[in-house]
């Protein structure tokens, strides 16, 4: 990661700090972010209100922070998995009901 082209000062000072972190948490922040960037946004904002407080609070010592992190990633994640899986089965039943008012 190069802090070069980045254009804004707060940017430039995130990716640092984000260069000095080990390769485990750099892949928990990119997952985090991937997931975050497919989540429907109320669970984006409510996962972004967890880590918020997460942040905010005396949890972030050891390896009780990085645990804390893990569930919400955990609870995105089956979030997704939850919603992702109902979205064929809702869809189904609409295809069904379009063609039989075409084929009638």
Known sequence: MS??????????????????LSTQDRRRIAHLVELLSRA???????SQRKLRRLLAGDHMAGGDG???????????????????????????????RSRAATVG
């Open 66 to 96: 990085i645990e804390q992190i893990d569930k919400v990633l955990a609870g995105i994640e089956s979030e997704l998995a939850g919603r992702e899986g109902r979205a064929p089965s809702d869809a189904f039943p609409k295809l069904l």
């Open 3 to 20: 802090v070069e082209g980045i254009r804004s000062e707060g940017e430039q000072e995130l990716l640092v700090v984000v260069e000095r």
């Open 40 to 46: 429907p946004d109320d669970v984006r904002v409510a």
